[in-house]
């Protein structure tokens, strides 16, 4: 059975930092690539940040520079470094995990951005 554990979320202010952790169980964590997906209230959810099994990476353009993706391939454990954080940055975080045609979800962990 395939879990996909997110935790870190969290109320900061504004400038403030969050690290995201996921934790995976039940793939082959090195083959798949690794995603941050983000879906804020009466949003469309949408591609944070992904990473390949061998560490290479892309950002959603609103978070380069800001946030930073990496993974623990001996730990099955992907992060969300998360810098410079905006209000608009508040919505549901979720990890996601794929691999070919599957595909794995979260539960989702709040990031809440004050102003």
């Known amino acids: 059975q395939v879990q996909l554990v997110e935790s870190g979320g969290g109320l900061v202010q504004a400038g403030g930092s969050l690290r995201l952790s996921c934790s995976a169980s039940g793939i082959i964590f090195r083959i798949n690539v690794m995603g941050w997906y983000r879906q804020a209230p009466g949003k469309q959810r949408e591609l944070v940040a992904a990473?390949?099994?061998?560490?290479?990476?892309n950002y959603a353009d609103s978070v380069k520079g800001r946030f930073t993706i990496s993974r623990d391939n001996a730990k099955n454990t992907v992060y969300l470094q998360m810098n410079s954080l905006k209000p608009e940055d508040t919505a549901v975080y979720y990890c996601?995990?794929?691999?070919?045609?599957?595909?794995?979800w979260g539960q989702g962990t709040q990031v809440t951005v004050s102003s």
């Open positions: 996601n995990a794929a691999f070919g045609p599957n595909i794995n």
């Open positions: 990473i390949t099994g061998d560490g290479n990476t």
